[in-house]
T-cell receptor, first 110, second 116 residues
């Protein structure tokens, strides 16, 4: 079983739709979580950190459920420019080692 | 903000040769650098963790004699793919961090390696 798992998609959604991605992690020692966005053939870029209380950044909302060991990302009012692969990341306290999920591909359609 | 630069961004090499990829932190001293590999439509797989001045720690399944990592200074780490084969063709990406940047991870732009 992979340490961080995501549904690879693709998720094809129309512009303006709301879409949600989930990510599960198996290492209960994981402490910090992030969502990264990766465009085709480019390096990943930090989208947002994920906090236990949940956090929002504009159209993006991230949630963490430690009991069930999953994190989620909600994108509201999808834009064409949101089309990308979204990577879930978990790290363990005291290390800088990032463990990436397989990524979920999103295609926002006009 | 901090910048991590990789070079070359793309490289084509012949099977059996070696190729070196450089990762530089441009405006902070990176005590720790990481090397990842990403095959098409797959996730980034951590290959090794490199701490300045010490030997790299390789992840299970990564051949340390094939993927030579050097982190001789606080601003430069290199990955050398030795005796490259077509199956080594991949996107290689580094990241860097240090306590000075509060553990924030900065990624390089990545290097596309094609072995022919």
């Amino acid at each position: 079983r992979k340490e961080v798992e995501q549904d690879p998609g693709p998720f094809n959604v129309p512009e303006g739709a709301t879409v949600a991605f989930n990510c599960t992690y198996s290492n209960s020692a994981s402490q910090s979580f992030f969502w990264y966005r990766q465009d085709c053939r480019k390096e990943p870029k930090l989208l947002m950190s994920v906090y236990s209380s949940g956090n929002e950044d504009g159209r993006f909302t991230a949630q963490l459920n430690r009991a069930s060991q999953y994190i989620s990302l909600l994108i509201r009012d999808s834009k064409l420019s949101d089309s990308a692969t979204y990577l879930c990341v978990a790290t363990t306290s005291g290390t800088y080692k990032y463990i990436f999920g397989t990524g979920t591909r999103l295609k926002v359609l006009a | 903000g901090a910048v991590v630069s990789q070079h070359p961004s793309r490289v084509i090499c012949k099977s059996g040769t070696s190729v070196k990829i450089e990762c530089r932190s441009l405006d902070f001293q990176a005590t720790t650098m990481f090397w990842y590999r990403q095959f098409p439509k797959q996730s980034l797989m951590l290959m090794a963790t490199s701490n300045e001045g010490s030997k790299a720690t390789y992840e299970q399944g990564v051949e340390k004699d094939k993927f030579l990592i050097n982190h001789a200074s606080l601003t430069l780490s290199t990955l050398t793919v030795t005796s490259a084969h077509p199956e080594d063709s991949s996107f290689y990406i580094c990241s860097a961090t240090s306590p000075a940047v509060k553990g924030t991870i900065y990624f390089g732009e990545g290097s596309w390696l094609t072995v022919v």
